[in-house]
């Protein structure tokens, strides 16, 4: 089955630096790689995915990158914001299933 | 349109005794998926229902169980619960139509073992 890591499990930026998570998978039919935002006492927000058709993908102040000969991909949060604290995760799948990898806890400095 | 919701929020049971959970999709969405998560282990997937069959299913004892009604609703349920158990159980719903695997979570319920 798929096997998904995530790096770094905890990262601290000072506001308005930038923060990259990245994350490694094991199954190369994996086509379908989500990024979930989890904040306290909630369950994960989906904020960005990306398909295995197209190498990067902006949203504002999120993007995400895909290798897929590396089978590796990236999350990057630009111009941080104390409320873009939380942890966060990445999923690697296709149809009907996604394997989640351990998730980051990203504090941001104000 | 109206998230996905858990109930209850919040329970606290004794070892030895059975817990069932409530799931409500987004409405219009066929699939259900249960994750177990725990400091430790991070999301653990536990299984996945549509239109009313289990899917697929993850690597969890027998304890474990669910089921998927004609609405879509969605019950879990642990039987003999171990101090292991305590967890933050999420629900979440999927359009699956034939796409790539869109979740949308619930807040979840958050269960202790006592």
């Known amino acids: 089955g798929e096997n998904v890591e995530q790096h770094p499990s905890t990262l601290s930026v000072q506001e308005g630096d930038s923060a990259v998570i990245k994350c490694t998978y094991s199954?190369?039919?994996?086509?379908?790689f989500p990024w979930y935002k989890q904040e306290l006492g909630k369950g994960p927000q989906l904020i960005i995915d990306?398909?295995?058709?197209?190498g990067e993908k902006k949203d504002q102040r999120i993007a995400v990158t895909l290798n897929k000969t590396a089978k590796h991909f990236s999350l990057h949060i630009t111009e941080t914001q104390p409320e873009d604290s939380a942890v966060y995760f990445c999923?690697?799948?296709?149809?009907?299933?996604?394997?989640f990898g351990t998730g980051t806890k990203l504090q941001v400095i104000p | 349109k109206a998230g996905v919701t858990q109930t209850p929020r919040y329970l606290i049971k004794t070892r030895g005794q059975q817990v069932t959970l409530s799931c409500s999709p987004i409405?219009?969405?066929?699939?259900v998926s249960w994750y177990q998560q725990t400091p430790g282990q991070g999301l653990q997937f536990l299984f996945e229902?549509?239109?009313?069959?289990?899917?697929n299913k993850g690597n969890f004892p027998g304890r474990f169980s669910g089921r998927q009604f004609s609405n879509s609703r969605s019950e879990m349920n642990v039987s003999t619960l171990e101090l292991g158990d305590s967890a933050l159980y999420l629900c979440?719903?999927?359009?699956?139509?034939?796409?790539?695997?869109?979740?949308?979570f619930g807040p979840g319920t958050r269960l202790t073992v006592t």
């Open positions: 199954d190369s039919a994996s086509n379908y």
């Open positions: 229902y549509f239109s009313e069959t289990q899917r």
């Open positions: 409405s219009g969405h066929r699939s």
């Open positions: 999923a690697a799948g296709g149809y009907q299933k996604v394997t």
């Open positions: 990306i398909r295995s058709n197209v």
């Open positions: 979440a719903s999927s359009l699956d139509n034939g796409g790539p695997y869109e979740q949308y």
